[in-house]
Every structure is written in C-alpha cells, then in structure tokens.
C-alpha cells in the first residue's frame, strides 16, 4: 500500500502571519492594478517628440518645468529605461507611454512586495501577542491534566474574549479542585466507614473460631447481624446519592405545604416527636420523587438528633419570586463552625448508633443543587438546627 505524506500544518501563529500577509498583499494588489488601469485608459498623454494622440501628425512638446531632461550617456533618448552612469548612480528614461506604464508597474511590484514583508512581519509580531494569553491557558491545561489543580491562570487586562475564556477556565479549575477534594474526602469517609462495621465482624468471628465453647452464640449472631445491617444502610444510602447527583429532573407544579404535610404523615405514630406543620400555600416546579427525598431526608435528620425536648416545627412560605420551606428541630447546641461540614458526605458531629450515616443532608443538598435551589443551615442557640429550602416560585 503507497504511503501517502502528510501536509505539515501550521501553527495557529503562522496561519495569522499568512492571514494578516495576505491581506495587506491582496489590498495592495487591487490597489497597483487599480492605478495601472486608470493610468492606462483614462488619462491623454502628450509626450514630447511624439505625435499628438488624435493622429494629427503634429508635434506636441510638453516643456520640461522641474529642470534639464535627463538622458542615458551619448544623449539618446530612445536608449531603453535604466542605465549606470559613470558615478553609477541609477537613472531612468521614459520616453513614450508604454515605458511610464511599465516603469509604473514595476515600481508598485516592488514596493508591494516590500509592504507585505512588513506586513508579514508585523502580523508575527502582533500574533505572538494576541497567542500569548492562549499558550498560558494551554500551560494551565496540560498542568490540569497531569492532575495539577492548583495552578491559576489570573489574566489581566481589558475585559475581552480570551479574558473571558481565562476566566472561565480558571472558575472550571475551582470547581475540579473542589470536587476531586470532595471524592477523595468521601471515599476516605466510605472506606472508613465500611471498615469499622466489617472490622468488629470479623473480630467477632475470630473470637468464636478460637474459643468455641466459651462464646454466646445468640449474642454474636446478633451483634454480626447489627454491623451488617449497618453496612448494607450504608451502601445504600451511598447509592441514594449517587443516583439523586445523576438523575434527571422530571418537574411538575407542586405546592411546599401539601408535599410536606404528606412526608410529616409518612413519620407515623411510632416516631415520638412532637411534629407540626404551618404555612401558606407555596407553589413551586419540582421533581416529586427528589422533593419527597429531600422532605423526607430533613426530618429524619431533625427526628434523630433531637433530645428530651423532642420538637419538630415545619414552616411553609412565600417570599418574593421564591417559596421556601423550613424545619426547625430541638437538639443539641452545635458550634457555628461545624454547621458548614455537616453537608459532607458521611461526617457525624457524635459517632454513635443513632446518628444514622453521616448522608441525609448531602443528599438534601444534591436534591437542592439538582433544582438550582438554596440551601441555608443555621444552628440554633437554644440547640438544634434550622434547615431551609428556597425554591423559585413557580410561574
């Protein structure tokens, strides 16, 4: 099979060059030809020695106002145009109109070709600059992408389109940065949590293959049954996030006060909380299944942290543009610099049993994410948390 050869291609700084070259060449092209033309058809020329153009058979002589006519040695003035001297200096003769328009053409040939080569060197020049603010994105770039993340771009000057593009780019990096955190973090947080209850399991086991006779064996059993439970709860609110960060919305006209009095319902006399709901009717366009989610996910919350108060407030409003809903729970005092880990996947102020897995606001705050909604968690002097959820109102 014939190898066939590639065309090398030129760089984008070239291909400027090229572009900004041939530009000027094609203007100053149009524009010799141009001159050319009209020197050519429009004017009457009246040269000296030479009949009149109409043909009349009389001589026309055009008086010389800037001096004497200079002629080529030996004084012949039919001698063809460009000649050296004895200082070797350069003249020119043009004796009819065919020489004036060749002296002409030649002249713009090549003046043209010197203004292209500076244009062409001009246009180098200038494309170096404008590339300049490209090749430090590249940099950036390739640095991302041998997983650097931590470099910025920081492009100054005026507010244009590759400024703009740096910015964007540099935004792009801050959300990758804090993302690929997050991942580590979370899988860090996974890891660990999968391992505790694995860990005591296999504790247990070894304790019972090395001392058979002395190990109650209804007790063991319960306790291997307990982490497993706790290591399927995890892994599938695991999986209740991931599917909530890669689900697609399917919205629909709801109102905030009826979707949480259902989800109040949902908690069942069995929850030995006080629970009331309050509000105006606030509309709002919503995944039904995600609202349900997040609903459901922050009064679990607030049932499981509270204490002896035992207290759970559900407010439903309006506001400008906006419906919100709000859930106000008793609990322990938690320190203002806290509240802001508490959206992290698997972190528990207290590790105990009863602190669930560490997801219910993460979850909640990918539904609020999924919805552009906001998200506000305050921690409540009294003790407790205030969660609220803000969602445009639906048109």
Known sequence: MKKVARIPHLTFRWRLTLAFGSIVFGAGAIMVASLWLFMRFVPTYLVAGLPSPEGSGIDVVVPDLTGAPVFPPGGDPASPPGWSDDAGAVAFSVTDIADLLETMLWAGVVILLVIAAMAGFAGWVVAGKLLAPLA???AAAKRAGDGTLDHRIQLGGPRDEVRDLADTFDSTLDRLEQAFTAHERFALNAAHELRTPLTATKTLLDIAHAHPDAVDYAATLAQVQQNNDRSIGTVQA?????????????????????VSRSAVERLGPTVPMHVTVSGTTALVNADPALLDLLLNNVLQNAVRHNDTRRSVVVTVGTGEASSWVRV?????????DEVAKLTEPLYRSQRSARDGYGLGLTIVRSVVTAHSAELSIIARPEGGLSVRTCFAAAT
């Open 238 to 258: 695991l999986l209740v996030l991931t599917s909530t960060e890669a689900s697609r919305l399917s919205l629909e006209r709801l109102d905030l006060l009826t």
């Open 136 to 138: 430090r994105i590249s």
């Open 328 to 336: 106000d729970n008793t609990g322990p005092v938690i320190r203002t």
